[in-house]
C-alpha cells in the first residue's frame, strides 16, 4: 500500500477514538501530586496533548475522554476539542469498573469502528497501517504491538503468522516472557465488541476480554509497529523519554511554534538571552518569556514557560516545567523541577532529584541524589538534604522477586527502607488489621523487623511478633488464623551479606504479584496512610504458634510406625532456628538421633560453596561411620533438606525427588496426582505413568507449588527439585522438618532404605545442564527468537519452553529471574543426544544475543 495520508484515503480513516485519562499516576509523584498523570508536560506540552494530536493527524474526528482522577483539570484544558480540531467528550467513572469496564462507559458515544489509547503513553505510531491490517484481516479487535527489552511489566503477546493472537499473558514472569513482543493498550475494534463487555462491572482488557476472545475465536488480532513507544509510568521513564526526544528518537515535530536558534537549540521568539554568552550543546528547548542570563550553560535541557536562569548557572539533562526562577551559579544534573519552585544562587542539584510545585531551596543548599521533595516545602539556606538510601536508585523500578525482598544487610536494607516498606504494606491493608511477624536469630533480622513492625504500627496495622521462628510454622499459623498476611525477616541462606523479606498473604501463601504490585507503588508513590494517634496499631507476641504447629506435626505423621523401626539418624542443623524447635518433635518418635551444627549461630547461617560442600562430606562420613540410616542436612530457614543415604551418598535433588516419588506411590498408592515443577526429570512421568497416577507440572518456584496444590485437593505429594517437598495434608507449603520426618515414615512403612531403592532403581535418563549469558534487556528478544526456532516442535509453555522430541528426549530453555542467564537443560536416554541438544541451543542462543 503507498504511503499516503488517511485523509487521502478514506478507507484507512477512523473517526472516533476513546482516551483512557483516568489513571492516578501514583509511580509519578511527586509529579502527579498537583496534576493527573495525562496532563503532566512532556517537551513542554501535556502528553495528552501529543496523543490527542496523532489521533488527529490519522483521521480521528471525536475522541471521548474517560476521566476518574483530578477530571476538571483535563476538562479546563482541552474544553470541547475545538482548539484541538476534534469534538471532545467526556465521561466520568463513579468507580474503578476496570480497563475494559470503563470503556463500556463510553456506549453511546460509539456507533461504529473506533480505536483506543492511554492519555499517558508518548507514541508516534502509523496509526493508518494498522488500522489496514486492522480492515485486511477482517479484524474485531486488533491489539497494537510492539518490541521493548524488557517486556516484564507489559502483557506479552504471541501472535500466528497472520496476525491471529494465539495467547496472551499479562504481567508475566521470567519463565513466562515467550516473546519480547508486548501490548501497548492501543487497540482497534468493531463497534459490536462493546456488546461482549458487562455494563458497569469490573471488566479488564487483559484479564477478561482478551481471554474470552481468545476462547471463542472471535477475531482477535495482533499488529506489529514500527516506531517509538513508551509507556510514562514511572520517574526514571518520564526523564529518558524527554531524553528520547532530545535525542531525536521520537518521530513528533515538538519545534512548532518554536524558532530556531541553531542545530538542535530551539527558543521560543519570546525568550531573552545573548547568544554569544550562553553555552547550548546537545539539544534545548526554550519556552515563551524565558529568560536567561549571562554565562548559563544548557545541555539537553526542556526550559519551560517563564523561567528565569541566573547568570552562571548550569542546567545538564534537565527538565524545569513553568514559573520557575533558578538564582545564579547554581547547577542542576538529570532532575526534573516542576512549577513555581524557588531555587536560590549556588544551589547544587544532583541527579534524580524530582522537586514539586512551589518549593523553595535556599542559598548553597545541596540536594544529593535519588530525592523526592514534596509540594511547597522549604530547603534552609546552606542545608544539604540527603538520605542514604541506594536502594532507591537500585529499586527504581521494582522491589519484588515473586513474594522476595532482598538486598545488602543495613545498607540496602536498612531501617529507614524496612520502616517505609512495613507502612506501604500496612497501607494496602485495612486500617485495624492484623499480621504476622517472624524472623531468624541474625542481628540484623532483629533489626529490620523492629523498623519494619514501627511502619506497620504507624498504618494503623497490628502486629503479632513471633520472634526467632521457621517460616513453616510462620506459614502454618497463618493457614489457620484471621490475620491478614505476614512477612518473615532472615539472612540469605546463599549470601551472608544479604538479607530477605519474604511476603505472605492471609492464609500463609506468597503475597500474589497484584498485591506485591500495590506495594511497589506506595513505597516509590511514597503514598502511605498515617494512623491518627488513637489507631496506631498494637505489638503483641503470642505464645501458641509452636503448641499448634507441633500438635498438627505429630497428627500428620504415623509416630507408632517410626518408633517401632527404630531409625538410626543424623540431622545437620545447619545453625537454624530449627535446632530449637525439631528436638523436642522427633525426641519422641522413638529414634536414634545424632545431631550436628544443633546451636544457633547467625554467623553460620549462610554457607558458601565450599562450605556447604564440606558440611555434606561430614554428614555423609557421620552416616556411615556410625551405620546410620539417612541422614539430613536442614536448611537455615528450616524449609528445604538435603539426603545423605546409609552408604553415604549425598543425593543430588533430582535424583532425591525421584526417589522420594516412588517411596511415596509405594505407601500411598491411592494417591491420584502429583505435582513437580517444569524442570523435574522424565524419571518422575515414568513412574507415575506405571501407576496410573497424574503429573501436574508446575513453574519453577515455591509459589507455583503452593499455588497448584491450593487449586487442585487431589495432589497428594508435590515435589521440588531443590530440596523442597510439600505434603498437602499437613501444609500447602514446603517444611524441612516436616519432609524429614514424612521420609522417616516412608522408610518405615516401606522397609526399604533409600540408598537400597537407589541401587534398585537405576537412572534412565541423561541430564545435561548449561547457562548461557544473556543481558536482562535482551531476555525477551530471545524467547521470541527460542519461540520462532522451535515453532514445528511439540512445547510446553509453563516456564521457559520445554521442547518435547519424542518419549525419550526433550530440551528445557529457562530465562533465570534474577541472574543474567538462561538455564538450557537437556534430558534424554542418550547422553550424546542431550549434550549435542545443549551445544546446539548455547551456539544459537549466544548468536541471538550478540545479534
Known amino acids: ?142 491489539m497494537i504491538l510492539t518490541r521493548v527489552k524488557n517486556p516484564l511489566a507489559f502483557g506479552v503477546v504471541i501472535t500466528e503468522k497472520d496476525g491471529k493472537v494465539s495467547r496472551f499473558l499479562e504481567k508475566p514472569s521470567w519463565g513466562e516472557v515467550f516473546s519480547d513482543t508486548i501490548n501497548t493498550g492501543i487497540y482497534i475494534m468493531e463497534r459490536e465488541v462493546m456488546d461482549l463487555i458487562p455494563y458497569r462491572e469490573d471488566y479488564d482488557f487483559s484479564k477478561d476480554l482478551f481471554p474470552k476472545m481468545l476462547r471463542e475465536n472471535l477475531g482477535l488480532y495482533g499488529y506489529i509497529a514500527d516506531g517509538y513507544w513508551r509507556d510514562i509510568g514511572t520517574l526514571p521513564e518520564y526523564q529518558e523519554a524527554h531524553l528520547d526526544c532530545l535525542h531525536g528518537r521520537v518521530g513528533i515535530d515538538f519545534s512548532e511554534g518554536y524558532e530556531r536558534i541553531t542545530a538542535g537549540i530551539f527558543a521560543h521568539k519570546t525568550a531573552k538571552f545573548d547568544t554569544e554568552s550562553v553555552k547550548f550543546s546537545g539539544s534545548v528547548y526554550i519556552g515563551k518569556g524565558v529568560k536567561i542570563g549571562k554565562g548559563v550553560t544548557l545541555h539537553n535541557a526542556v526550559v519551560g514557560d517563564n523561567v528565569v536562569i541566573g547568570d552562571g548557572a548550569t542546567l545538564n539533562k534537565t527538565v524545569v516545567w513553568e514559573d520557575t526562577h533558578i538564582g545564579k551559579n547554581s547547577t542542576i544534573h538529570l532532575a526534573v523541577v516542576c512549577s513555581s519552585v524557588e531555587i536560590g544562587d549556588d544551589v547544587r542539584i544532583e541527579e534524580q532529584v524530582f522537586i514539586a510545585d512551589k518549593c523553595t531551596i535556599g542559598d548553597g543548599a545541596t540536594i544529593k541524589p535519588n530525592i523526592k521533595i514534596w509540594p511547597e516545602k522549604d530547603i534552609e539556606a546552606g542545608a544539604i538534604l540527603t538520605q542514604s538510601l541506594i536502594w532507591e536508585s537500585r529499586w527504581s523500578r521494582e522491589l519484588f522477586t515473586g513474594s522476595r525482598i532482598t538486598g545488602l544487610a543495613n545498607v540496602e536494607l536498612n531501617p529507614e527502607f524496612s520502616s517505609k516498606i512495613g507502612a506501604a504494606f500496612g497501607t494496602l491493608l485495612p486500617e485495624g488489621a492484623t499480621v504476622t511477624v517472624s524472623r531468624d536469630v541474625d542481628n540484623v533480622s532483629r533489626m529490620i523487623n523492629r523498623a519494619l513492625i514501627s511502619g506497620l504500627l504507624s498504618a494503623g496495622i497490628s502486629v503479632n511478633d513471633l520472634q526467632a521462628t521457621p517460616i513453616p510454622i510462620a506459614r502454618h499459623r497463618l493457614k489457620s488464623s484471621s490475620e491478614f498476611g505476614g512477612v518473615h525477616i532472615r539472612k540469605s541462606p546463599f549470601d551472608k551479606r544479604l538479607c530477605d523479606l519474604i511476603f505472605f498473604d492471609k492464609g500463609g501463601k506468597d503475597l500474589p504479584p497484584s498485591k506485591t504490585k500495590s506495594i511497589e507503588r506506595n513505597f516509590f508513590g511514597e503514598d502511605y496512610r498515617r494512623a491518627a494517634y488513637d489507631k496506631v496499631g498494637m505489638l503483641n507476641f503470642p505464645e501458641r504458634a509452636l503448641e499448634s504447629y507441633t500438635d498438627s506435626f505429630i497428627k500428620a505423621i504415623d509416630t507408632d510406625v517410626i518408633r517401632k523401626s527404630r531409625l538410626r539418624v543424623a540431622i545437620d542443623y545447619s545453625h537454624g532456628a530449627a535446632a530449637s524447635i525439631f528436638p523436642s518433635i522427633v525426641g519422641g518418635l522413638g529414634i536414634d538421633i545424632i545431631s550436628l551444627n544443633a546451636f544457633l549461630d547467625p554467623t553460620k547461617f549462610s554457607r558458601s560453596a565450599d562450605e ?101 485437593p487431589d495432589i497428594g505429594f508435590v515435589g521440588g527439585t531443590k530440596g523442597g517437598f510439600i505434603f498437602p495434608k499437613f501444609l500447602f507449603a514446603v517444611d524441612g522438618m516436616f519432609s524429614a520426618a514424612k521420609i522417616m515414615e516412608l522408610i518405615a512403612k516401606s522397609k526399604t532404605r533409600i540408598g537400597e531403592l537407589s541401587a534398585r532403581l537405576p537412572e534412565r535418563y541423561f541430564l545435561i545442564k548449561r547457562n548461557v549469558a544473556c543481558p536482562k534487556d535482551l531476555k525477551g528478544k530471545v524467547m521470541r527468537k527460542i519461540m520462532e526456532d522451535t515453532a514445528d516442535h511439540y512445547r510446553v509453555l509453563i516456564d521457559g519452553v520445554k521442547i518435547i522430541y519424542d518419549n525419550e528426549t526433550s530440551l528445557l530453555l529457562l530465562p533465570d ?8 537443560n537437556a534430558e534424554s536416554r542418550s547422553k550424546s543426544r542431550a549434550t549435542r541438544l545443549v551445544s546446539e541451543y548455547e551456539k544459537k542462543m549466544t548468536a541471538w544475543v550478540s545479534e
Open 1 to 142: 500500500m503507498p504511503e499516503t495520508k488517511p485523509d487521502a484515503k478514506s478507507e484507512l480513516t477512523i473517526r472516533k477514538a476513546i482516551i483512557m485519562a483516568g489513571g492516578f499516576g501514583t509511580r509519578l509523584r511527586p509529579l502527579t501530586i498537583n496534576i493527573p498523570k495525562p496532563l503532566v508536560p512532556m517537551m513542554q506540552k501535556p502528553m495528552m496533548h501529543h496523543i490527542a494530536n496523532l489521533l488527529k493527524e490519522y483521521g480521528v474526528k471525536e475522541i471521548t475522554s474517560l476521566l476518574y482522577y483530578q477530571p476538571d483539570a483535563i476538562r479546563n484544558y482541552f474544553g470541547d476539542g475545538r482548539r484541538f480540531g476534534v469534538k471532545m467528550n467526556y465521561i466520568q467513572s463513579d468507580a474503578d469498573y476496570g480497563t475494559a469496564g470503563s470503556v463500556r462507559n463510553a456506549y453511546e458515544f460509539i456507533d461504529e469502528r473506533f480505536i483506543i489509547i492511554s492519555g499517558d503513553v508518548l507514541t508516534d505510531f502509523d496509526l493508518s497501517k494498522a488500522l489496514d491490517f486492522h480492515i485486511k484481516r477482517g479484524a474485531k479487535a486488533t
Open 817 to 824: 529471574r534474577e541472574r543474567d542467564i538462561f538455564h538450557v
Open 612 to 712: 556447604f560442600f564440606e558440611a555434606a562430606e561430614r554428614l555423609s562420613e557421620v552416616v556411615v561411620s556410625l551405620g546410620y540410616d539417612i541422614g539430613f542436612m536442614l536448611d537455615g530457614g528450616a524449609e528445604r533438606i538435603y539426603v545423605a543415604d546409609e552408604k553415604g551418598n549425598f543425593l543430588e535433588h533430582q535424583r532425591l525427588l525421584t526417589l522420594i516419588t516412588f517411596l511415596f506411590l509405594e505407601v500411598y498408592p491411592e494417591t491420584k496426582k502429583i505435582a513437580v515443577p517444569i524442570t523435574a526429570s522424565t524419571e518422575v512421568d515414568d513412574i507415575c505413568r506405571e501407576r496410573g497416577v497424574q503429573v501436574v507440572r508446575t513453574g519453577d518456584s515455591h509459589s507455583e507449588l503452593m499455588r497448584t496444590v491450593s487449586a487442585d
